[in-house]
């Protein structure tokens, strides 16, 4: 017998599945909701590199007429010029270094290499050295030869310009030997000025002692 008890239970079965399938739909709907909105973002990437498309953007355009663009007054612009590039080879022992520019070449030669210490005498490795300098000469057509001498700072600086003027002396005779009578030389010597290496240490003080000679270039 059927009370009325499980009529009302009955009854009541149908609407609440139903509304337990809305309230499931609805949870399913919010969570694919918070799924899109968690889904990780693509990874970033570079816009250009080996390989990317050229950038086929047009160059902005220049009024060359532009008052803004004109240099004021009667002002000119500069003449153009190639910059001055320098190019230093030295050997494994420092003994030798040559500087290439533009515009000229010099040979700097430590005193050693040269002479004897704290002589002006021209040793037997000299020769064979200032003969490769002069065949450089040559080569650039120089007319005009630039031989500097140097010494480091010991001793009295009056010394020291003596010295390093014999030296330069000397490696300009040795120089006029190879060469022709009519290249020029300009000969100075300066001592302990413009050391090029620090003088506090020895290895500096043997770079300082050196005898430079340079000449333009022929192009």
């Known amino acids: 017998m059927t009370t009325l008890d499980d009529r009302r239970a009955s009854g009541r079965r149908p609407a609440d599945r139903r509304a337990r399938v809305r309230r499931g739909s609805l949870i399913a709907a919010a969570l694919a909701s918070t799924a899109l909105l968690?889904?990780?973002?693509?990874?970033a990437h570079a816009d250009s590199g080996p390989g990317a498309p050229a950038d086929t953007t047009p160059p902005v355009k220049i009024d060359a007429k532009d008052p803004d663009l004109r240099l004021p007054g009667?002002?000119?612009?500069?003449?153009?010029?190639?910059l001055d590039i320098k190019s230093v080879v030295e050997t494994d022992d420092g003994d030798e270094r040559r500087e290439?520019?533009?515009?000229?070449?010099?040979?700097?030669?430590?005193a050693e290499v040269l002479f004897e210490k704290d002589s002006s005498k021209l040793g037997g490795e000299a020769n064979a050295r200032i003969r490769a300098i002069a065949q450089e000469i040559e080569k650039q057509n120089a007319t005009s030869v630039r031989v500097f001498g140097f010494t480091d700072d010991l001793?009295?600086?009056?010394?020291?310009?003596?010295l390093s003027k014999e030296r330069a002396n000397a490696v300009q005779h040795a120089l006029s030997a190879n060469l022709?009578?009519?290249?020029?030389?300009?000969?100075?010597g300066y001592g302990e000025q413009y050391p090029i290496a620090d003088n506090s240490t020895e290895e500096g003080r043997k770079k300082n002692r050196r005898v430079e000679v340079s000449f333009a270039r022929s192009g």
């Open 180 to 188: 022709d009578s009519s290249v020029q030389y300009q000969i100075r």
């Open 100 to 110: 290439d520019t533009n515009a000229k070449v010099k040979f700097a030669l430590q």
């Open 74 to 82: 009667s002002a000119k612009l500069a003449p153009g010029r190639v």
């Open 155 to 162: 001793g009295s600086a009056l010394h020291g310009l003596k």
């Open 38 to 43: 968690v889904t990780p973002a693509p990874a």
